[in-house]
């Protein structure tokens, strides 16, 4: 179960939530870099392992989130490789950049950040829904955590709202074809295979439900 409260996460909780997040990343990384092998180069795995597990040595240094979030983002950029890196590090610099120098967040607080991240990436990788990429996971999951906050929800319902929803568009982009990245590459054979970008973005809220006790 998480030690989180109801209606906040601290400086402690998101370095934690980071943690859970490189460890997920780890257990996965062989089903990663297999999903990549598929429709990419063959080292989302390995690179997004190596990127978390640097993000890791970091976290303690932090004293407020800002700082937290900023780090881990510059982190990232700078160890894993291909678009990964930029794209993951935009959406946890551009978080940090929309909290402050804060040592806690309320739900909705964590809302604005994650989507001030999530349109980072967008612009970043000029990218779409529909594109097959991390975007088709992570635009319904903040759109599902909003919508559970404005309907009274607490943040542990929100977390499980959004974990649904990020699962669910991961899996809608089996049948697309890919408009970006390496995949775009294939054309119509990249349909049928799961986007690997979606499937680590999906990692996101399942550390943040595991946190939680979702």
Do not use: C
Request: glycine share 12%; hydrophobic share 45%; net charge negative.
């Amino acid at each position: 179960m998480g030690s989180v409260t109801a209606n906040e996460l601290t400086l402690d909780d998101l370095a934690e939530w980071l943690r859970r997040y490189a460890q997920i990343v780890d257990e996965n990384k062989a089903y990663l870099t297999e999903l990549d092998s598929a429709i990419g180069d063959a080292d989302h795995g390995a690179n997004m392992a190596r990127g978390t597990a640097a993000v890791v040595t970091t976290l303690d240094q932090a004293q407020s989130i800002d700082a937290l979030l900023k780090k881990a983002g510059m982190t990232l950029v700078s160890t894993v490789g291909g678009t990964s890196g930029p794209l993951y590090g935009t959406l946890l610099m551009k978080m940090g950049m929309a909290t402050g120098q804060r040592i806690a967040l309320h739900p909705d607080e964590f809302g604005k950040a994650f989507r001030a991240g999530v349109e980072g990436v967008i612009a970043r990788g000029k990218t779409e829904l529909g594109d097959k990429t991390m975007i088709d996971a992570l635009v319904p999951s903040i759109d599902a955590f909003d919508a559970a906050l404005a309907d009274g929800a607490g943040l542990h319902d929100a977390v499980d709202s959004a974990q649904q929803s990020a699962a669910a568009g991961r899996d809608a982009t089996i049948p697309m074809v890919a408009r970006k990245g390496r995949a775009s590459y294939l054309g119509e054979r990249s349909a049928g295979h799961l986007d690997p970008g979606a499937t680590s973005a999906t990692y996101l809220w399942d550390a943040l439900a595991d946190l939680l006790g979702v």
